[in-house]
């Protein structure tokens, strides 16, 4: 069962900018979705998925070096969404990206779910 659904990828010329969302779309989700911590990875091929940004519940977010002062990760408990608005896009930026869930507590992690992904290319 799909708890997380990603949108808002797509092509998008270098310097472009790009808003993905993500929504739980199961009951128990949305009901616990604000004592979840929120994160986007990304996969470009042949790579590894690797952390682009996370949200706290109490919204404390990190970034990783190479998106920070471009990508914003916020959340909308209300709606059970997590947004990353990426500004200024390279070309390296291209990948899959995935939209992550976990509890927050010491072993959450362990109960993470994820979206099925969404592809961005940037590209001249």
């Known amino acids: 069962q799909v708890q997380l659904v990603e949108s808002g990828g797509g092509r998008v010329q270098p310097g472009g900018s790009l808003r993905l969302s993500c929504a739980a779309s199961?009951?128990?989700?949305?009901?616990?979705?604000?004592?979840?911590?929120l994160a986007w990875y990304r996969q470009a091929p042949e790579n590894q998925r690797d952390l682009v940004a996370s949200?706290?519940?109490?919204?404390?977010?990190t970034y990783a070096d190479s998106v920070k002062g471009r990508f914003t990760i916020s959340r909308d408990n209300r709606a059970s969404l997590v947004y990353l608005e990426m500004n200024n896009l390279k070309v390296e930026d291209t990948a899959v990206y995935y939209c992550?869930?976990?509890?927050?507590?010491?072993?959450?992690?362990?109960?993470?779910?994820w979206g099925q992904g969404t592809q961005v290319t940037v590209s001249s």
């Open positions: 992550k869930a976990w509890p927050t507590r010491p072993d959450g992690e362990s109960e993470a779910v």
């Open positions: 199961t009951s128990t989700l949305r009901i616990y979705f604000s004592i979840y911590t």
């Open positions: 949200i706290s519940m109490d919204g404390t977010t």
